[in-house]
């Protein structure tokens, strides 16, 4: 049987309750993490992100895959050292708050803190504003507000900020879909593929996949973000959703869109998924794609 969290948050949402004690938190705190974790994600590539890139790059086969992903590491290294967005769209921010309950925010209000944040950063880093303040009407709002913003409340007294700025050529990708329950694995399997496969180099691949199994619709489709936020050597405790990944990353790497879709592998470098008990009666499954930039960072406060 599946559990309701890996490993993983389990173990950090112990590492939270260490120490008992209410504490007061200024949300100054929140914003000055945020301005700083949104600058760090658009500025500086992943190291782990990399050393997969610069494997899968010692791998591939195909001369072109080669090169594009040289590219990209020649890429991140110049945005480092220069301090320029790794990509053009640098995002909507998504918010992630692990909440201590012994926690006491003081000095404003949490979501004006996080969107105070965003807010600083963009005007800092003078990123692009990429948010419009009706989805029908449009109209950006000029500083890159409001952010999408997950609360949990958690044991403990401790506080945990991530943020993860998603660009929408990959986000356009993400899809969800309520499937039969006997489809099982292979049904999940076979609906992230086409998916991928649909998408072909819109979602500026070599991806990061994150895939979301169970709960409703709503649920199955924020597993597939959170999984997203899973390190990349991260091992899945389950060894019924670590056959899923492995079947979807060695499907979609046969696919042959290649990195930035000029053909060869890889197509995906990671896929990581994330499960949740469900009714009898359904199976929900979301898929939610990660371009190459694979922008996530986190502060504990």
């Known amino acids: 049987?599946?559990?309701?969290?890996?490993?993983?948050?389990?173990?950090?949402?112990?590492?939270?309750?260490?120490?008992s004690e209410m504490r007061e938190v200024r949300v100054e705190r929140i914003t000055e993490a945020v301005?700083?974790?949104?600058?760090?994600?658009?500025?500086?590539?992943?190291?782990?992100?990399?050393?997969?890139?610069r494997k899968r790059r010692r791998e591939a086969k195909d001369r072109t895959a080669?090169?594009?992903?040289?590219?990209i590491l020649k890429n991140a290294a110049a945005a480092r050292e220069e301090r320029l967005p790794l990509c053009q769209d640098t995002g909507m921010v998504v918010v992630w708050l692990d909440l201590g309950r012994e926690v006491r925010l003081t000095g404003g209000e949490l979501e004006e803190a996080v969107n105070e944040g965003v807010r600083r950063s963009w005007r800092e880093n003078y990123f692009r504003p990429s948010v419009v303040r009706d989805p029908l009407a449009r109209g950006n709002t000029g500083d890159n507000t409001p952010a999408v913003i997950h609360t949990r409340i958690v044991p403990g007294s401790?506080?945990?900020?991530?943020?993860?700025?998603?660009?929408?050529g990959s986000e356009n990708?993400?899809?969800?879909?309520?499937?039969?329950?006997?489809?099982?694995?292979?049904?999940?399997?076979?609906?992230?593929?086409?998916?991928?496969?649909?998408?072909?180099?819109?979602?500026?691949?070599?991806?990061?996949i994150g895939v979301g199994v169970g709960g409703t619709l709503e649920k199955a489709a924020l597993l597939a973000r959170e999984a997203l936020l899973l390190p990349l050597d991260y091992r899945n405790p389950s060894a019924r959703l670590r056959?899923?990944?492995?079947?979807?990353?060695?499907?979609?790497?046969?696919?042959?869109?290649?990195?930035?879709?000029?053909?060869?592998?890889p197509t995906a470098l990671a896929v990581r998924a994330l499960s949740y008990p469900t009714h009898i009666a359904g199976l929900p499954a979301a898929v939610n794609l990660s371009c190459h930039v694979y922008r996530h960072r986190e502060k504990r406060l």
């Open 1 to 19: 049987m599946l559990g309701l969290l890996p490993a993983v948050i389990v173990t950090d949402v112990k590492e939270l309750a260490r120490d």
């Open 35 to 53: 301005a700083e974790l949104c600058g760090r994600a658009n500025l500086e590539a992943d190291p782990r992100l990399l050393e997969l890139v």
């Open 66 to 71: 080669r090169a594009v992903l040289g590219m």
């Open 158 to 168: 401790g506080l945990r900020v991530r943020v993860g700025p998603k660009g929408f």
């Open 173 to 208: 990708a993400a899809a969800a879909a309520m499937l039969p329950p006997g489809a099982g694995a292979s049904g999940v399997a076979k609906f992230v593929v086409e998916r991928v496969e649909a998408v072909g180099a819109n979602a500026c691949p070599p991806l990061v």
């Open 243 to 265: 056959k899923l990944e492995k079947n979807i990353l060695d499907r979609v790497n046969r696919l042959g869109i290649g990195p930035q879709g000029l053909g060869g592998a």
